[in-house]
């Protein structure tokens, strides 16, 4: 009665997975990284959402964000400098059953992988995108990036940063076809889950940019804004991302704003007096380009050579 | 016989004609115009009237220099050439037999590159000799005394006051009118043509097709009535009963792809790749395939690489610029042993260099392109029948020996059109579905097999088989490696594997006996050429062979042993290379042309070179006074 087959609890128990299932070889990070709580939150989204690690596949570029990877007991890609984007976008092309998250970092995002950054956006691929931005370059020991504010003291401009910060969120939202955009701090756990979560269950490419401490080359970066929270701007909203009581406390500054509301995302995200945390945009009717570009999977042996007999008829003689 | 009457000083008009056509081996037919007035539209409708009726088919497109270059301007000559012959045809032959032009401006750039030769037959637009304007009526009479001097047998024919009889803008619709004329003066089948035009403007309506048939008969009845010239040439007999087809090299790639089961192609717009893609988007979806344009062409072959690591088969298609692009992720994917096919259509480099002309000079990047040592298997078919089999060949490599293969094809096979035997399909061609059974997660991801380096791969899906793929030095098991002795040992077994192909590889087979003054080796497409210049060459009497290879990494076996039959070895390429005698050249400073490099250093033998990079494919004739001069070199 009431359905249920004799072995089901076997089946579940079966395959219940533990944050060990979801964990690869020992992190590397410094201490103190901001990191390390991104990869165990995104362990805990996976262990809590019951993914099998075999579907899942961690992808990433080059730096220490994109070490990722190796920390996961999942399927993964360490790829190329820049290019996590266009090799996660094609794992999912004609996988729609896999999983797929990316790690990167805000050179390998805004830098030298900048033009994948538009364009992945653009073809709103489903996927998780966290970006780890720590305003320099760790892994080759403390140059500008993109996102280094200006008067930063770096070892490639040890007069300070010359030119004003590239502005991820303002760039992001003015992607066309964009369709899911969130800031959140490392610092910040149940807000760091949250918004990890909200993103995981977006379908479409879910961009994070993760604000993230690195205590070794850029303190400077993350410092004001841990030790005075009225820096920050707390985003909630009923359509939003869920802020519980404790972290609304914590923060002064707080907007309630509608993440479908393009205009105000785009007069927040402009607004660098004030760092907003929380979901900034969010369009589930976007174009999702892995909606097209798995057409046909179902095709049968016979259906591909009857075609390609066609094909080949075309040309006869 | 027919009568001529003096027009225009020494032009000869034709007024009468003969009814029986002449039978002919062979010819080469030219339709040159400004661009865009369809002369390759015409051309290409009637190389395919051509193959259908049986005949050996090459053709050769034509292109002029810019994008809309000012019309009558010898640089935007614009068109194509066909040589039809009763026999099999392998190249674009030397120097042309019969030629329509449009106007006389466009022939200027076509004397220059030696494309005409005494006696060459011009049917000449000649409106241009009452044109309004004085300049050109001048520039036009000077034209057609210089062809003459020239030695050209020019012939001034009213086609435009033809076609106004029945459109009102000639400039759409000569090219029918034209097609019309040269199927009547080759006694082509009207049939065959008129349903090769309907094909073509099918989605264009009824009325259009009407209407270029029209112009079709218009055309051939006119050339029935003015022109002397009415020839026939008889099918070519293949030796066997198989069907044939006709296809230019890279609707044979697109094919190809499909046929080998492949689900998506990844690309990014390049010259003289694109076409190949514009096919495949055309048909794609009756495989359930999908074209991928990416943003630049890291990110097509970075997407390609993503879905083959989970399992699906993927291919870039690009030229040299592209394929410096992806020097890279070439790498990654020797590195992380992911298969993947490149098809590389080269041009001319470097650089931007000669986007729309022939060049066989990517061999030594997509060899050494990659920093540090990044083995990799490179094919290169020869002819427009072998980019077909070789995209699925290398489909197979790829996945077998868990390696990228770059399949190096070239402007001259991806826009020559040749009839070659129906390929039969099978179903295996099309590969094993993506594996999805759990793997015994006691296998490393890399168990690389001590002998041959070969191992087999987890796909993600694949329960036990998790791994994180890594272009970082990496163990077995893909972690990491820190250690100097896995490095060491997992460059071994990547190198290996060429090895362990190699020694699955077939001897290559001299083309006439196998010893001699000289042997001429080639790659490519340059393989007719090479072999009709070398059959004139026995023919009279001279100790020569040749040798196409089609495997250059790794190479094919036995070449060592090959070369020793013969006084000289000599490779002919479409690359760069000193000569021996250029200023300043000494044997110790030569640089050698790509393959010869290659070949010297893997057989330690004094292999020569020569090699031209005139933008146009090797001609029989060239070949021919190439090696004349060396067996000379050699014999005194």
Redesign the interface.
């Known amino acids: 009665m009431f359905g249920l087959k004799a072995d089901w609890s076997l089946d579940v128990f079966e395959r219940y997975f533990t944050l060990g299932n979801y964990a690869?070889?020992e992190a590397r990070w410094c201490p103190g990284c901001g990191d390390f709580a991104v990869l165990n939150t995104v362990h805990r989204i996976l262990r809590d959402a019951q993914l099998?690690?075999?579907?899942t596949?961690?992808?990433s570029g080059i730096g220490c964000s994109s070490r990722l990877?190796?920390y996961?007991?999942?399927?993964?890609?360490?790829?190329?400098h820049g290019?996590a984007?266009?090799?996660?976008?094609?794992?999912?092309?004609?996988?729609p059953?896999?999983d797929v998250w990316v790690a990167t970092g805000d050179g390998d995002c805004f830098s030298i992988g900048a033009?994948?950054w538009?364009?992945a956006l653009r073809y709103n691929i489903d996927m998780v995108v966290l970006v780890f931005d720590n305003a320099i370059y760790g892994l080759t020991k403390k140059q500008t990036s993109p996102t280094s504010p200006t008067g930063m003291t770096t070892n490639t401009h040890p007069q300070g940063a010359p030119l004003p910060a590239l502005n991820p969120l303002t760039v992001t939202l003015g992607v066309s076809n964009i369709s899911f955009v969130a800031q959140v701090m490392d610092w910040n756990p149940p807000m760091l889950y949250q918004t990890i979560k909200a993103a995981h269950q977006h379908k479409g490419t879910s961009f994070v940019r993760i604000i993230q401490r690195c205590p070794v080359f850029s303190e400077s970066f993350c410092k004001p804004l841990q030790e005075d929270t009225s820096q920050v701007l707390l985003l909630h909203h009923a359509d939003g991302i869920p802020v519980d009581d404790n972290v609304k406390r914590v923060f002064e500054n707080q907007r309630e704003h509608d993440p479908s509301d393009w205009l105000g995302a785009m007069e927040i995200a402009h607004d660098t007096r004030q760092i907003p945390m929380g979901l900034l945009y969010r369009n589930p009717d976007a174009v999702v380009y892995d909606d097209?570009?798995?057409?046909?999977?179902?095709?049968t042996?016979a259906?591909?050579?009857?075609?390609?007999?066609?094909?080949?008829d075309k040309?006869?003689? | 016989m027919t009568k001529q009457t003096k027009h225009n000083d020494n032009v000869v008009r034709m007024e009468d004609h003969t009814s029986i056509p002449q039978r002919l081996e062979e010819h080469i037919v030219e339709i040159v115009s400004d661009s865009g007035e369809g002369a390759q539209k015409c051309g290409q409708t009637f190389g395919a009237v051509s193959g259908k009726m049986g005949n050996g088919v090459w053709t050769v497109e034509i292109i002029p220099a810019e994008i809309q270059p000012p019309a009558r301007s010898p640089a935007g000559a614009s068109g194509i050439r066909i040589r039809l012959g009763s026999k099999q045809v392998s190249n674009m032959g030397n120097e042309a037999d019969l030629v329509v032009a449009f106007n006389e401006q466009v022939l200027f750039s076509r004397i220059a590159n030696g494309a005409y030769k005494k006696g060459t037959i011009v049917l000449l637009e000649n409106k241009w000799a009452s044109d309004p304007q004085e300049k050109i009526r001048e520039q036009y009479a000077a034209a057609v005394k210089e062809f003459q001097h020239h030695g050209l047998t020019v012939y001034e024919l009213p086609m435009e006051e033809e076609c106004l009889k029945l459109v009102s803008n000639p400039r759409r619709g000569k090219n029918m009118f034209v097609l019309g004329m040269i199927c009547n003066i080759y006694s082509r089948d009207t049939e065959l043509a008129k349903k090769e035009i309907a094909s073509t403007f099918a989605r264009k309506g009824e009325k259009v097709i009407q209407a270029n048939h029209d112009l079709f008969d218009a055309g051939y009845s006119f050339a029935a009535e003015q022109v002397q010239y009415h020839w026939e040439i008889p099918p070519q007999d293949t030796g066997h009963s198989r069907p044939m087809m006709i296809s230019n090299g890279n609707q044979a790639v697109g094919l190809g792809v499909m046929a080998a089961g492949m689900e998506l192609v990844s690309m990014y717009p390049i010259t003289p790749a694109t076409s190949a893609t514009h096919y495949i988007a055309d048909v794609f979806d009756g495989v359930g395939g999908f074209v991928h344009q990416a943003e630049d062409e890291i990110a097509a072959i970075g997407f390609a690489l993503g879905a083959s690591f989970a399992g699906k088969t993927a291919c870039t298609i690009t030229s040299g610029p592209g394929m410096a692009l992806k020097t890279e992720m070439i790498g990654l994917a020797v590195m992380a042993e992911i298969p993947l096919v490149i098809v590389d259509v080269q041009r001319g480099g470097p650089s931007t260099g000669l986007p729309t002309k022939v060049e066989q000079a990517d061999l030594l990047a997509s060899l050494y392109g990659a920093p540090g040592d990044a083995p990799k298997v490179i094919i290169a078919p020869a002819t427009i029948e072998e980019c077909f089999h070789y995209v699925i060949l290398a489909r197979q490599l790829a996945e077998t020996f868990r390696i990228p293969v770059i399949v190096l094809t070239d402007a001259n096979l991806a826009t020559g059109v040749q009839p070659y035997p129906r390929p039969e399909l099978k179903e295996e061609w099309l590969g094993s579905p993506v594996d999805q059974s759990p793997w015994d997660s006691e296998v490393p991801a890399y168990d690389w097999n001590e002998e041959t380096g070969l191992s087999q791969r987890p796909i993600p899906g694949q329960r036990g088989g998790e791994y994180v793929l890594t272009g970082l030095a990496h163990t077995s098991r893909s972690k990491v490696a820190y250690d100097s002795d896995t490095n060491q040992r997992s460059m071994e077994y990547r190198s290996r594997k060429l090895a362990a192909l190699h020694k699955t590889l077939k001897r290559p087979k001299v083309n006439g006996d196998a010893t001699g003054d000289l042997l001429v080796v080639g790659w490519g497409s340059s393989r007719g050429a090479i072999e009709e210049a070398v059959e004139i060459l026995r023919s009279e009497g001279k100790q020569v062979s040749s040798l196409h290879l089609h495997f250059l990494s790794p190479l094919e076996p036995g070449l060592p042993e090959i070369f020793s039959g013969f006084k000289k070895v000599m490779t002919v390429e479409i690359n760069y290379s000193d000569r021996a005698d250029d200023p300043l050249i000494t044997p110790e400073n030569r640089r050698y042309a790509q393959l010869a490099m290659v070949l010297r250093a893997q057989t330690l033998v004094d292999v020569d070179c020569w090699s031209v990079v005139y933008g146009h494919p090797l001609q029989p004739g060239m070949l021919h006074d190439a090696i004349s001069n060396k067996l000379n070199a050699l014999n005194n």
């Open positions: 690869g070889g099998p690690p075999e579907q596949v961690a992808v990877p190796h996961m007991g999942t399927y993964g890609f360490h790829g190329l290019r984007l266009p090799l996660a976008n094609g794992i999912k092309a004609r996988r059953d896999l033009g994948h538009i364009h097209i570009s798995s057409q046909g999977l179902n095709k042996n259906e591909k050579l009857t075609a390609i007999n066609a094909a080949l040309f006869a003689v």
